[in-house]
DNA sequence: TATGAATGAGGCTTCATTCAT
DNA sequence: TATGAATGAAGCCTCATTCAT
């Protein structure tokens, strides 16, 4: 067989490098930084441990890559949200449906991992606070905003209630809700924080 | 000089094996299990690593022994919850008030680590199951069911409407306020979930 | 460069495994299982003292691994003991010597130290009781026997005579004879013990 | 109470030391000397485990204590074989009697234990030397003497028969010869390797 | 590029020894 | 003198990382 070209080597190491973020990503977000041994995540990339290194210089940089990643993911879906037709309850309803749904789960089930436990690298850390949820707050404030001048969203400091508000869809993000009875709090029953009557 | 006499020897003994369990709630609820280093604890208690294993054969038995003691101390608090006053609304309040009080909260957060965490030992995962959120609800679903007859809370599945709600406060619980602009939701913010009106 | 194949891997492990148990029966034979540390085997088999737990999942399981494999060998051996030629005299003396020989002596040391200490895994226990030296006892029984016929050896109770022979001879395997004046008994004075005139 | 004289207070001493070290006898014979703990000693002797070190300044010079004192004792027993009656033969199977008697084995176990084991402090290993075993034979090589003079030992050199014969008893007296089913050889048996006829 | 054997720093645990009482 | 809690060095073991192939 010929050589690969250069091009064709870039389109394998990238192949490579998302194939290795998607398995730490499932095993991170499962066992926590610590408890994830590189081990485990070459065994759900299906590749060898040594491999790892030849795309990140180590456990940690592969995290920080990965939070990163998620975060920036994230904050360009949120650039989206502007385009958001309908009410502002319709449309807030379908920011808090984005974050609760299953495909987004294990990042902000890792994320918010992060965010708790200390035991992990600061670069990580920084990221988050530059990221934070303050980014997605400053961009739906004008949708709170105008649904209190509407008459649909309680009446209070819009910040307060937006940062409340997703505070608790976050949090609710990140549980396993697999196994509970009643399964994750609908939507409507979430809404009614913000919503009068 | 006289060797100190049993009861004395008791009480140190008392006094350490507390002093271990306090230093490791907050080690183990800050960094998770696999997070947490025998010498954090030993630091944090301010005593010898060593000495760790003269109160606990392992690191494992001491997580185990954390949590259920956290989980029967919860649960013995809940059979107070019968004579609490007032209206089904301000009866939930208090419980909620109670849950989120900052005394309690290292000891939610590791309850919440330890079920979400799959890098643990196995007997606190049974421990959990045991003790699990079930029991809370069921202590208070009368109350629900009362507050619905009185049309003070909305209308739907009483079982369903208190595990969720009970699921948000859980996870609000977890979440690190301290440098969040705005705190912890209040506790009336979140009782809209409930409350109609 | 390719990696190396499956086949070429497995000579690997199976020399590394054969260098660790070689090394580590060297040194238990020498500072008995409590006195042996990682720390020597890997010296003396000149690798990194975690390589070992590639190969064995902890110190007790290579000795019980060392262990089973000597009484193995050594049961192995004594199958091939039917087809010995010669008078009964020198049937017993070849068996004899062979367990004298400075090839067999660690192994021997290993067993018979095994035997004493009591701080010890218990599985190589059991494994000593099955492959004991009533094995040994019963394949040579015959050619005891025949001896006695013949009115080569004492007369008295052929078991006890066997079973009293070679526990004298196992205890004299045992011995630091590297030192002593005289060195090791030899085997015409041993079988003295046996042997009428 | 009035407190203890001096005289009183170093029986107490000698008293406490004794009782340490038969403990420590009776554990280092059963388990070796990297096997026993100091705590095995202490609970043996029914004292707490600080104790030991009011007598000895360290589990090693326990040791070497306990090895020396045994090497006197027996070195002391040996200076009454002189006066042994009887025929050669009896006087050497008083002196084997002596030996594998069962309240001498403990001593005999330990002493040969710690010729086999490296993992002792050096100063035992001294001791062991200088009261090893070519003591008991320079003392009984008369009778050996006499034995082959009288035409009851076989003929050839009187030191090499002395010490093999030697060599064997102690051999055989470190065996556990509870568990087997002829127990220890006799002493008749035994004494063949010397008698002729 | 890919593999997995090998390393070694660091974690958990034991236990001889010290120390406060 | 006697106790047993406390220490810390050292042992066993794990796992991120390196390296030979």
Redesign the interface.
């Known amino acids: 067989m010929s050589p690969l070209n250069k091009q064709q080597l870039e389109i394998i190491r990238d192949e490579r490098a998302t194939q290795i973020k998607q398995a730490s990503l499932k095993v991170f977000a ?7 041994k590189t081990s485990m995540i070459a065994s759900e990339a299906g590749i060898s441990e040594g491999l790892i290194y030849r795309y990140f210089s180590s456990k940690e940089e592969l995290f920080n890559t990965l939070i990163q990643e998620l975060l920036e993911d994230a904050s360009r879906e949120l650039e989206n949200l502007h385009q958001l037709q309908g009410s502002p309850y319709e449309q807030i309803k379908a920011v808090t449906e984005n974050m609760l749904d299953e495909a987004n789960r294990n990042a902000f ?1 890792l994320i918010q ?1 992060t ?5 992990i690298p600061q670069k990580a850390t920084e990221n988050l606070k530059k990221y934070s949820a ?1 980014t997605l707050i400053d961009l739906l404030l004008p949708i709170f905003v105008k649904g209190q001048e509407s008459g649909e969203f ?1 009446e209070e ?1 819009p ?3 937006a ?2 508000y997703f ?2 869809v ?3 993000c ?3 809700w697999g196994k ?3 399964g ?3 939507v409507e ?2 809404m ?2 913000l919503k009068k ?1």
Do not use: A, F, H, K
């Not at 499962?30 to 994830?36: F, I, K, L, Q, W």
């Not at 965010?115 to 035991?119: A, G, H, I, P, S």
């Open positions: 499962r066992y926590g930084y610590s408890g994830t089930i991992t965010r708790m436990d200390e035991d303050d309680y400091d910040c307060r209630l940062s409340w505070s608790i976050n949090s609710i990140m549980q396993e509970e009875e009643y994750m709090p609908s029953v979430l009614r924080i009557n």
